[in-house]
């Protein structure tokens, strides 16, 4: 079956540095991929919507010059935390459907850790 | 009001219970519904689809009433490992399909 490949599965790093996650669909290709975050006992939250070969879609709320993402290929997203701060720590998580209306396929997620 | 809308847990339960969970969802126009499990700092992996007709899996039976705008998950003779978070999800078109995830309910399956 479809299988999406997520990287680091966690990430700890000092206040004011960047971190890049990197999202992969390994046996398809995936023209949009999602970018979730959880925070403890919470929901999954969308962030944006990553579109190959074009911008980005933000949810509202988040900021796209501090979640930078970049979707170059049919196979791969990446979402860099820019500056990181204590409060962006929580669980990172991208997924990609099939095609529209199908079932997401989530990556294994990411657990950045800020200090 | 949350777009989904799932029972607050946790639901705490011996083994070989039936625990039921529901679910709201306020868009009238939403496509596509699903139960998808999720177990602590894990990816969700999806339970069942749930359909108008409502379908089964083995100890798991969901429903989907659009009328009401409410869905449900049934689990029979609960096991040890059942226990994770529920959740609830649902699929609109807006421009794109866009997917909404419930908050989850939490359970505990107990020896």
């Known amino acids: 079956g479809a299988v999406v490949s997520q990287h680091p599965s966690w990430v700890i790093c000092k206040s004011g540095t960047s971190v890049k996650i990197e999202c992969r669909s390994l046996d398809f290709q995936a023209t949009t991929m999602f970018w979730y975050r959880q925070f403890p006992k919470q929901s999954l939250m969308l962030m944006a919507t990553s579109n190959e070969g074009s911008k980005a879609t933000y949810e509202q709320g988040v900021e796209k010059d501090k979640f930078l993402i970049n979707h170059a290929s049919l196979t791969l997203s990446t979402l860099t935390v820019t500056s990181a701060h204590p409060e962006d720590s929580s669980f990172y998580i991208c997924?990609?459907?099939?095609?529209?209306?199908?079932?997401?396929?989530f990556g294994s997620g990411t657990q950045l850790s800020v200090l | 009001r949350k777009e989904v809308e799932q029972d607050p847990g946790p639901f705490n339960v011996p083994e070989g219970a039936t625990v039921a969970f529901n679910c709201t969802y306020s868009?009238?126009?939403?496509?596509?519904f699903f139960w998808y499990r999720q177990d602590c700092r894990k990816e969700p992996k999806l339970l069942m689809s749930v359909y108008s007709s409502g379908n089964e899996d083995g100890r798991f039976t969901a429903q989907l009433n659009r009328a009401s705008q409410y869905i449900s998950l049934l689990i029979r003779d609960s096991k040890l490992s059942d226990s994770a978070t529920y959740l609830c999800v649902v699929k609109n078109r807006d421009g794109g399909f866009k997917t909404i995830f419930g908050a989850g309910t939490r359970l505990f399956v107990k020896a």
């Open positions: 997924s990609a459907n099939l095609g529209a209306g199908e079932k997401l396929f």
């Open positions: 868009n009238s126009a939403s496509q596509s």
